[in-house]
């Protein structure tokens, strides 16, 4: 069969020594990019405040091991036991974002899964599982852009209030929905979708897009002196910026996708030269997270395959 062959060749020697030279290029394409930030000037960090900065960075690193810690329950809303090493899996398929084009993160992904024990059927089936709960989450954040004034910060919770009661959260049928009639096109109308995991991995991106944002906003404080005030348009504009780039699939890891949008939106309210220093700087932090994630995964993977790593995930 196709999925057995393509399984075998996931598994192969020939196909993981191709990996380390991909990873050496991925790397040299990362570091290309944080020196053409300092280079063009995009980073000028002389007034910034560096604890904030430094906090910032600690959220977005935490933001995206969190999104990592979920793909296990993706898996398990397949039926599926995931298998140990999917979090480091994870950090080194992130590297493959900055690559032309938005799928090769989760085929790079999918493969290093496979290569851990998880079926290839089911490895990437917890891709489309996991983009719908991803794209979900987002929702209920979207309105605090409006935020910006008592009355819009108001509205902005009204709404919020209403789109978690409405059961996109805690019953989600539309999202089932959605899942059955993309896995029947990925993997086939028998892949069964558990609703409990599938919920306990929604709710759980949402905090993680809540910490995500928050730390765009401390960002914000570091650099643009963001007053606390500011704090939900700054998680709305981050929860657009980052939707807009995840649909927008063919701009390497939503490269001038999401900064365009966090100008747009943080703009009229903070300038947009402080709104593009901002999405700048929290473009520079994803990356440093991605780099030092990247290196730390390749690591920990090496350890799971010699059996030193113990513990799910």
């Known amino acids: 069969m196709l999925v057995t062959r393509i399984e075998r060749l996931l598994r192969s020697r020939r196909l993981r020594a191709l990996g ?16 053409r930030l300092w280079r063009d000037g995009a ?16 959220l977005h690193g935490l933001a995206i091991t969190g999104l ?26 992130q590297l493959a974002k900055y690559l032309p084009g938005g799928a090769w993160q989760y085929v790079g992904r999918a493969g290093l899964a496979v290569r851990l024990g998880l079926p290839l059927r089911t490895a990437g089936a917890s891709m489309v599982v996991e983009t719908v709960c991803v ?10 852009v409006l935020a910006a004034d008592p ?3 108001l509205v902005a919770a009204g709404l919020c209030l209403a789109l978690l009661a409405a059961g996109s959260l805690t019953r989600p049928a539309l999202a089932r929905r959605a899942l059955r009639a993309a896995l029947a096109r990925a993997a086939g109308d028998d892949l069964a979708v558990a609703p409990a995991a599938v919920r306990g991995a929604t709710w759980r991106y949402l905090v993680v897009w809540a910490l995500a944002g928050s730390g765009f906003w401390l960002m914000g404080v570091g650099v643009a002196g963001a007053s606390v005030d500011q704090l939900p348009l700054y998680v709305g504009t981050f929860a657009i910026a980052w939707g807009a780039g995840f649909v927008v699939f063919f701009a390497p890891g939503g490269v001038g ?16 030269a402080d709104a593009l220093l ?36």
């Open 20 to 35: 380390a030279v991909f990873s050496v290029v991925v790397f040299a394409l990362i570091v290309f990019e944080l020196v």
């Open 43 to 58: 980073l000028d960090l002389t007034e910034a405040s560096w604890p904030a900065v430094a906090a910032a960075l600690v």
């Open 68 to 93: 990592g810690a979920v793909w296990p329950w993706t898996v398990r809303a397949l039926g599926e036991a995931p298998p140990r090493g999917l979090l480091p899996a994870f950090y080194v398929g």
């Open 135 to 144: 794209l979900v989450a987002l929702v209920p954040l979207v309105p605090l």
């Open 151 to 153: 009355a819009g910060a």
């Open 257 to 272: 996708v999401r900064e365009a949008v966090m100008v747009g939106l943080l703009g009229p309210e903070i300038g947009a």
């Open 278 to 313: 901002v999405a700048t700087a929290s473009r520079a932090a994803f990356t440093v997270v991605d780099l030092v994630g990247g290196s730390t995964g390749l690591w920990l993977l090496r350890m799971v395959r010699r059996g030193d790593l113990v513990g799910p995930g």
